[in-house]
Nanobody, 119 residues
Framework: VQLQASGGGLVQAGGSLRLSCAAS????????MGWFRQAPGKEREFVAA????????NYADSVKDRFAISRDNAKNTVYLQMNSLKPEDTAVYYC?????????????WGQGTQVTVSS
């Protein structure tokens, strides 16, 4: 499985970005897709996840009510809509897939896309 993340960039605080993660192949209906981020000098942290078949979602408290994860079945793509961005959202964002929908085990990772939020 290959994941291609895109959509990062530089934005002012309060602005919005939408990240995309395209998956190359697989039985998508069984998957759990997630977004993670890693800021300089910090550990990677969970941001959001979506169960592909049910469409149920989960968010870190720090992004709840500002970010929204969704998927497009026809395009095999997961999105992360990020609104009301803050400087502390600055990080490299990674998408990942858990083939068995196990939130404790993500099997494949995308290459990361940089998000920079200026104050």
């Amino acid at each position: 499985v290959q994941l291609q993340a895109s959509g990062g960039g530089l934005v002012q605080a309060g602005g919005s970005l939408r990240l995309s993660c395209a998956a190359s192949e697989g039985t998508f209906s069984r998957w759990l897709m997630g977004w993670f981020r890693q800021a300089p000098g910090k550990e990677r942290e969970f941001v959001a996840a979506i169960r592909w078949y049910e469409g149920t979602t989960n968010y870190a408290d720090s992004v709840k009510d500002r970010f929204a994860i969704s998927r497009d079945n026809a395009k095999n793509t997961v999105y992360l809509q990020m609104n009301s961005l803050k400087p502390e959202d600055t990080a490299v964002y990674y998408c990942a897939v858990s083939l068995r929908a196990d939130p404790a085990k993500f099997d494949f990772w995308g290459q990361g896309t940089q998000v920079t939020v200026s104050s």
